[in-house]
């Protein structure tokens, strides 16, 4: 399995004109990559432009940061797995904690979508974590064991590709702060991410993630000492020479 580097570029950048110019300065390097896979979800509006800008031969991808968990019909506002993969979109980011704060996501609604993105082939980034409230009540073990239990319910009795799930663990407090969760905390929530994906059968098929202020200056320690399969980045991944410094780091 390659590692897994992830762009979540969230409501970023405000026009296609700076879209394109950041995505250009990443197509040069992907080139040249061969043991990582690379993500891209920039918001929706700058999917089209961009998959044309994609070129087959360059391991660059493009993913969605959200999708609905209905197939079509009047849900106005939202966009279907079908729209994406028409489009050659590949993955799609499901559960990021800002559409759990801000847009009512609950366990429910992301195990929906999970089960929908996986049936029509969709590969997902599934965001799990913390926030600082539960950390410090000692509840992160439960919160986590809640979300994975509840968000993956039922999958491991879909006949779906498995492999095609990856677990982005994001502690909330560590998303934007600029202050990333330490190497031995993260390698410690990793390890109660593996265990309860064991019990669910598809540990070693999927890839756990890291999530929260990273940076080319601390993603080559996740990669080395947390037993992670990849990092997803956000305010980093903006910045084409850090994005392209914190791939590297994971090669
Ligand atoms: C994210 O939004 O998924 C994220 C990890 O953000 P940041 O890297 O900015 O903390």
Known sequence: MKNLIAANWKMNPNSQKEAKEIFFAIVGPASGWDGVEVVICPPNIYLPVLKNIAMSDVALKLGAQNIYFEDKGAFTGEISVAMLTDLGVEYVIIGHSERRKYFGETDETVNKKIKMALASGLKIIFCVGETAGERDAGKKNEVLERQLKIGLLDIEN??????????????????????????????????????????SEVEGQVRVLYGGSVKSENSGAYIKEAGVNGLLVGGASLNAEEFVKIVKSAE
């Open 158 to 199: 879909l006949k779906l590709k498995i492999e095609n799930l990856a677990i982005a663990y994001e502690p909330v407090w560590a998303i934007g702060t600029g202050n990333n969760c330490s190497v031995e905390e993260t390698s410690a929530s990793i390890k109660i991410i593996k265990e309860k994906l064991a019990l």
